[in-house]
């Protein structure tokens, strides 16, 4: 049998498919083409069966899906450390929206996220779920960094230096979305800010575009205590009421953070089939709680990973999501069992692929799907021994282990360099925007 070519063989000491669950193919490799994984299969069977142009061979390594970041705001990668170890809305309010109304454009934006796909890309993340004012800009600073990411319509009743009113916003949003809605690595996602800077009337309208266009809805849900109690005070309701009242609660949901909830609305979430990002270090910097991830795992929730921005991260480490969540989870409720690595390392990819409703082509290193895939290098002392992979890969190693990145089947990370993008330049960007925002002029 002649063999057949294609693009790329990889060849992996482990090969980590997420699907089926807990699977760990030993000795295994990816015959890749076209930008997707044309078969999983045994490293001897591919070298008789397939001639790629270019053979990787990664015989310390584990090949995982691509992580996926279901929650972030990629350009506040320039705030990273600025206003810390404060509640959230005294950071919002007296440190965050006041610099973003001084200083953030669509250069800003650009800028800040080629450096959060940058991080992102070192640490293993293929995919981002974004929400922040520019997002035209935001689409150029994706495009240049090659990462596939869920684009934010964002929608929010303050006006900004991006847009006047919520109108205006969803306007611009749709234009954009209309504009790259073809494109390969590009998805479109609602993005009302929170109950709390969003009014029905944009949430009906929203709702109604969602439908007609089967687009998700991605917004901070129940995130501190003070959110439920000043919407007990104006509308009578918490939160969640108010959105399942308006007819929100729904797959298309991304709900973000999902801390304070009591056992009705887990049920709830769960009978409506809503997906939740989990961003636990961001929970905990800001002192807004201990989300019960296992109470809604327990109830069928989908639950995803995200970092949230780096500006209350101050890392988007999903890696360090992964570990902190599966911790927390045991902690918070009592049970060693609760959380165990294969459910979180699913979390972090299969999971946040199915919010977005991308798990047909990420997710899992299945044939037929987009080669979005990870190689994690095992042979540093600190890993070894190794028994089980996937537990390695959830409690001890970290992005630092992170050795090559592909997404839609083209390498962006060789040997943890990046391919794409100039580290010099995004450095001296960011010295930049540190200065002028240091400065708090907007003048060079």
């Known amino acids: 049998m002649t063999p ?3 693009d790329t063989l990889l060849e992996a000491r482990w090969v980590i498919p997420v699907e089926p669950p807990g699977a760990v193919l030993h000795d295994h490799a990816l015959a890749i083409d076209g930008g997707r994984i044309r078969a999983v299969l045994p490293t001897a069977e591919a070298c008789l069966r397939y001639a790629p142009r270019e053979r ?17 705001h990629a350009a506040m990668s320039l705030m990273r450390g600025m206003s810390d170890d404060l509640p959230l809305m005294e950071w919002l309010r007296g440190h965050v929206w006041p610099v973003e109304a001084r200083h953030v454009d669509a250069g800003f934006v650009f800028d800040g996220t080629r450096l959060a796909c940058a991080e992102m890309l070192r640490g293993g993340i293929t995919c981002f779920n974004d929400m922040y004012f520019f997002p035209e800009a935001a689409v150029r600073g994706i495009l240049a960094s090659g ?9 929010i009743d303050l006006p900004s230096a991006y847009a006047s009113d919520p109108e205006d916003y969803l306007t611009k949003g749709l234009a954009l979305r209309d504009d790259y809605r073809h494109h390969p690595l590009l998805s479109f996602c609602f993005a009302p800010h929170a109950p709390y800077t969003v009014g029905d009337r944009v949430f009906t309208r929203i709702l109604t575009y969602a439908e007609q266009l089967g687009l998700p809805i ?6 501190t205590a003070e959110e439920i109690a000043e919407s007990l005070r104006t509308t009578g309701l918490r939160p969640m009421k108010r959105l399942h009242g308006l007819g929100l609660l729904s797959p298309g949901l991304i709900a973000v953070h999902m801390v304070h909830l009591e056992a009705e609305e887990i049920a709830l979430a769960a009978r409506q089939g809503c997906s939740v990002a989990h961003c636990p270090t961001s929970n905990l910097k800001l002192a807004s709680g201990f989300a019960p991830v296992a109470a809604l795992l327990e109830e069928g929730v989908n639950v995803g990973l995200g970092t949230d921005g780096a500006a209350s991260n101050n890392r988007l480490d999903l890696f360090a999501e992964m570990r902190l969540a599966a911790l927390l989870a045991k902690g918070r409720s009592g049970k060693a069992s609760a959380l165990p690595a294969s459910q979180a390392l699913q979390m972090a990819t299969l999971n946040g692929a199915r919010a977005l409703g991308l798990d047909a082509d990420i997710g899992s290193l299945v044939a037929g799907k987009a080669a979005d895939i990870v190689a994690v290098d095992f042979s540093g002392l600190e890993l070894a021994p190794c028994y089980d992979p996937i537990s390695h890969l959830v409690y001890a190693a970290g992005r630092e282990h992170v050795s090559h990145v592909w997404v839609n089947g083209k390498m962006l990370l060789d040997d943890g360099k990046l391919t794409a993008l100039d580290e010099r330049e995004l450095l001296a960007r960011a010295a930049f925007w540190r200065a002028r925002l240091a400065s708090g002029g907007k003048d060079d």
């Open 56 to 72: 990787v061979a990664l015989d310390r390594h584990a090949l995982i899906p691509g992580l996926v970041n279901l929650h972030t």
């Open 4 to 6: 057949e070519a294609v």
């Open 218 to 223: 991605h917004l901070h849900l129940h995130e």
């Open 147 to 155: 990462l596939r990411a869920a684009v934010g319509m964002l929608a």
